[in-house]
C-alpha cells in the first residue's frame, strides 16, 4: 500500500524550489457516496445536468459572498505580490505551482471575477475571469483538498487575506452540490450517530477506561480514576476521541486524569460528547459547525458541571476558544435559552472554556502538582506548534500564552528542551501535512510532501541537539506524523503529547 | 462499488478494500486481502486478526491499540504484549491494517 510512496529530498537551501506544473492534479481524494452526504444535509451527488450544478455553484458562491464579507474582501484583495507564494507547506513539498496560496486563491478568484465583477464579465481575458466549467470544478475538488487550512500564508500576506477561508468556502460550495469529500463527511456522520469521528460506542469507550485505571494501578499502585458520565462533577473534559484508541494520543489521556487526580478537582468524560474535534469547521459548514458544538452543550447541561477542559486538539482548541462563546454559549455571546442557562451553570471565576494545558499550567505555578524531572531524561524534546493553536487561538492572560504555556510545562516536566529554528515554530510554524481534514491514506503522498518543512526543521535539531521527542498538543499532528516520520527515517514513537510528558513525571500521591 | 473475487465468489469492499458486509467474512477473504497487502499470514497474525473479530463483536469497533496489545500479551504470551510486535505484524499499522484483513470497518478520524 504505502510502499510506493517516498519522502522527498531535504532542501540544502530553503528557497523557492523549482516548479513542476501540474504534478498534484491527480491528487484526489475520494469522494463521499451518496449515504454520506445526505446523512448531513448535502445533495448525494452532483446533478447529472451540468448546466444545473454550474447555476448551483454561482447561486451558493453569492451567498457566501453576501454572508462573508470576509470571503469578498480576500477574492478583491490579492495584488499579486507573491509574498506568501513560498510559505506553504504543500507548495514546498509538491513543487505544484497551483499549491502556492495565491494560486490556490486564484482558482475561485477567476470565477469571482467572472460572474461577480463588472470588468470580469465585459472583459473576462484581461482580468483573469474564466468560466466556470466542470473541468474547473474538478480543479477545486483536487487543489482545495491540498490545503490544511493552516493559515500560515496569512502570517505573511501584507492585506491578510485567509486562504483558509477561501478552501472552506470552496469546501462548502462543493458539498452543496453534492461534491463532498468522504474522509470528512463519513466522519461527521459518525459524530451524529455514534457521538464521536472515530465511531466508538459507549460500552467500548466504557471498557477501554476501566483497562486504563487498571494499567495505571499497575504502573503507579493509585487509583486513577477515569470517569465516564458523572453527574455533578466539577469538570467536564472535552477531549479528541483518538485519545481514546490511538498511539502515542492515549498517552496524554493518562496525563490529564493524573492531573485531576493530583488536582483534587472532580471531571467526567461524557459518551454523548466523547468528541473535541469539529469537522464542521474544516468543510466550512455553519450548520455542522453548531450542530457538532451543540452535543457538548447538551452534554454540560445534563451533567450539571461547573467547568468545561479541553483536551490536546488544535482544530477543536480554535473551534472552542474562537468560536464556542456564540455557538453554545460557553463564553458571552449566545442568548438563546439554554446557552442562558449554560451561562448561568458554569463557574465564570475560571476561563470558560479552558485548555487542559491551562489547566495543568495554573497548578503548577500554584504549587499542587510537583515532579520527578529526571524521568524525562531519556528525551531530549523540542515542540511543534499545531497550526489551529498557534494561529486562531490563545491561552492564558497574556499575548502568546499559546506558545508559552505548553512550552513552560514541558521545562516544568523535563530537563532537555531545544526550540527548532525560528521561521518553523509560534505563529510561523508549519503545518504536520495532515490537517483540514486531509488525514485520510489515500492522500498520503500529499501529506508526506506536506511534512517536508517540518521534518527538516527536526532533522537540524536532532543533528544539533539529539532531540528524540516532538510534543504536540493536537490528534491530528500526532497522527499524520507517526505515519509520516518512518518515512523520512525516523522512529514513529518520536511524537507525543505534551500530557504524555507531565505523565512520565508527575509525582502522584506523594508530595 | 468495487469487489473482489474469492474462491469464486464475489465480496462487495470500499475503494481501501475494506470489506463491506462484514458478515460475509471468512478465513480465505481474509487470506486474499493479506495477500494485497503483502502481508505473509503466520498463526502470530491470525491471533491478532481472531482477536480483533472477538472483540468487534462485542464492542461494535474495534479496539485501541493499547487495549489489543494488552489483551494480547495476556493471552498468547508476554513477549507479544507491546506496539513493536503488533507494527513487526502489520507494517501498516496494527489498527488500519489488521482490521482490513479481519473484514472490520476502517477506523475513522485523527488515528
Known amino acids: 500500500m504505502a510502499d510506493a510512496i517516498t519522502a522527498p529530498p531535504y532542501r540544502i537551501i530553503p528557497i523557492i524550489p523549482a516548479l513542476k506544473p501540474g504534478s498534484m492534479a491527480g491528487s484526489i481524494p475520494y469522494i463521499a457516496n451518496e449515504k454520506m452526504q445526505e446523512a448531513i444535509g448535502f445533495p448525494g451527488k452532483l446533478a447529472d445536468n451540468w448546466q444545473e450544478t454550474h447555476d448551483a455553484v454561482i447561486a451558493k458562491m453569492g451567498e457566501l459572498l453576501s454572508k462573508y464579507r470576509s470571503l469578498k474582501v480576500y477574492l478583491d484583495a490579492c495584488v499579486h505580490c507573491g509574498a506568501c507564494s513560498d510559505k506553504c507547506h504543500y507548495f514546498i513539498g509538491t513543487q505544484d505551482p497551483k499549491n502556492m496560496p495565491v494560486a490556490r486563491q486564484d482558482l475561485m478568484r477567476s470565477i469571482y471575477r467572472r460572474y461577480f465583477t463588472l470588468p470580469g464579465k465585459l472583459f473576462p481575458k484581461l482580468v483573469g475571469a474564466r468560466d466556470l466549467t466542470r473541468e474547473v470544478l474538478d480543479e477545486w475538488y483536487s487543489y482545495y483538498n491540498q490545503c490544511s487550512e ?7 500576506c501584507p492585506y491578510g487575506i485567509d486562504t483558509a477561508e477561501i478552501t472552506m468556502a470552496a469546501k462548502e460550495i462543493l458539498d452543496s452540490v453534492g461534491y463532498g469529500q468522504k474522509y470528512s463527511n463519513e466522519i461527521i456522520g459518525k459524530v451524529h450517530k455514534i457521538g464521536n469521528n472515530l465511531g466508538l460506542p459507549g460500552p467500548a469507550l466504557e471498557n477501554t477506561l476501566e483497562g486504563l485505571e487498571e494499567d495505571v494501578k499497575e504502573d503507579t499502585g493509585i487509583d486513577v480514576r477515569f470517569p465516564l458520565d458523572v453527574k455533578g462533577a466539577e469538570v467536564l473534559l ?228 539529539g532531540v528524540n521527542f516532538m510534543a504536540t498538543i493536537c490528534a491530528i499532528c500526532k497522527a499524520q506524523f507517526t505515519k509520516v516520520l518512518p518515512i523520512y527515517g525516523f522512529d514513529r514513537r518520536v511524537v507525543g503529547g505534551v500530557h504524555q510528558l507531565v505523565s512520565n513525571a508527575i509525582k502522584l500521591g506523594d508530595k | 462499488m468495487a469487489s473482489i473475487e474469492v474462491g469464486g465468489k464475489s465480496y462487495e469492499t470500499d475503494e481501501e478494500g475494506y470489506l463491506v458486509n462484514l458478515a460475509e467474512w471468512n478465513p480465505d477473504v481474509g487470506n486474499y486481502i493479506a495477500k494485497e497487502e503483502k502481508v505473509d499470514m503466520t498463526d502470530n497474525h491470525w491471533e491478532v486478526v481472531n482477536f480483533l473479530r472477538e472483540y468487534y463483536d462485542e464492542y461494535q469497533i474495534a479496539p485501541a491499540v493499547r487495549v489489543l496489545t494488552k489483551a494480547i500479551g495476556k493471552k498468547f504470551g508476554a513477549e507479544k504484549g507491546n506496539s513493536q510486535y503488533l507494527y513487526d505484524l502489520f507494517p501498516y499499522g496494527p489498527a488500519k491494517q489488521a482490521c482490513k484483513i479481519a473484514g472490520l470497518p476502517k477506523p475513522t478520524g485523527c488515528v
Request: include cysteine; proline fraction near 3%; aromatic fraction near 10%.
Open chain 1, 150 to 156: 493552516c493559515r500560515r500564508c496569512s502570517v505573511f
Open chain 1, 238 to 465: 472535552i477531549t479528541p476521541s483518538a485519545d481514546f484508541f490511538a498511539e502515542p494520543h492515549i498517552d496524554s489521556l493518562i496525563g490529564y486524569a493524573k492531573v485531576f487526580h493530583a488536582s483534587g478537582v472532580s471531571w467526567t468524560l461524557s459518551s454523548m460528547a466523547s468528541e473535541a474535534g469539529n469537522f464542521g469547521m474544516f468543510i466550512g459548514n455553519y450548520e455542522q459547525l453548531r450542530k457538532i458544538a451543540l452535543r457538548v452543550r447538551e452534554a454540560a447541561l445534563e451533567l450539571g458541571v461547573k467547568r468545561i477542559v479541553v483536551g490536546e486538539c488544535g482544530h477543536a482548541w480554535r473551534v472552542a476558544y474562537s468560536f464556542w462563546n456564540t455557538l453554545i454559549g460557553v463564553g458571552a455571546g449566545a442568548n438563546d435559552p439554554y446557552a442562558i442557562q449554560l451561562q448561568n451553570q458554569l463557574d465564570l471565576r475560571y476561563k470558560q472554556p479552558m485548555h487542559i494545558c491551562e489547566f495543568t499550567w495554573d497548578l503548577i505555578q500554584r504549587g499542587g502538582l510537583s515532579f520527578d524531572k529526571e524521568a524525562n531524561d531519556k528525551h531530549i524534546i523540542t515542540f511543534h506548534d499545531s497550526c489551529n493553536v498557534a494561529r486562531a487561538s490563545r491561552m492564558g492572560d497574556l499575548p502568546g500564552g499559546q506558545f508559552e504555556i505548553p512550552r513552560n510545562i514541558i521545562k516544568t516536566v523535563a530537563n532537555n528542551f531545544v526550540e527548532m529554528r525560528d521561521n518553523t515554530t509560534r505563529e510561523k510554524t508549519f503545518c504536520c501535512g495532515g490537517g483540514g481534514g486531509l488525514l485520510t491514506d489515500e492522500l498520503l503522498d500529499l501529506r508526506v510532501k506536506g511534512a517536508l518543512p517540518r521534518m527538516e526543521a527536526l532533522q537540524q535539531v536532532t543533528d544539533s541537539h
